[in-house]
């Protein structure tokens, strides 16, 4: 009877970033800044803020390989993962789908 837009079910943003990803920012700006900053030395502490928060701004952005996912959750997928676990990579997947897929689209 009615249609439901899409925007609905967009997820709130702030300045840009939902708001899951603005707080795991704001915590660890926190952290790196309060905490940690009597690690640095005095001399290199205007680096530590340019490196420190260009890394975190770099963790809340989309990953380059899976969009779905965060920088960060991509971190922490890469060091959960099963080291031991072998996993076959199928390097001809459009020809062996064309050869051996299903559907109409041979010959």
């Known amino acids: 009877m009615y249609d439901i837009p899409k925007e609905i079910k967009a997820k709130p943003k702030i300045v840009g970033l939902e708001v899951k990803e603005l707080i795991i920012l704001l915590v660890s700006f926190f952290l790196f800044f309060t905490v940690l900053k009597d690690l640095v030395h005095g001399i ?6 340019l490196i420190a928060g260009g890394t975190l701004f770099w963790m809340v952005l989309p990953s380059r390989n899976n969009p779905r996912l965060k920088n960060y959750m991509s971190l922490y997928l890469y060091f959960k993962r099963n080291k031991y676990t072998y996993h076959a990579v199928d390097v001809k ?15």
């Open 44 to 49: 290199l502490f205007i680096p530590y803020i």
């Open 93 to 107: 997947k459009i020809m062996n789908d064309y050869l051996y897929g299903e559907g109409d689209h041979r010959e």
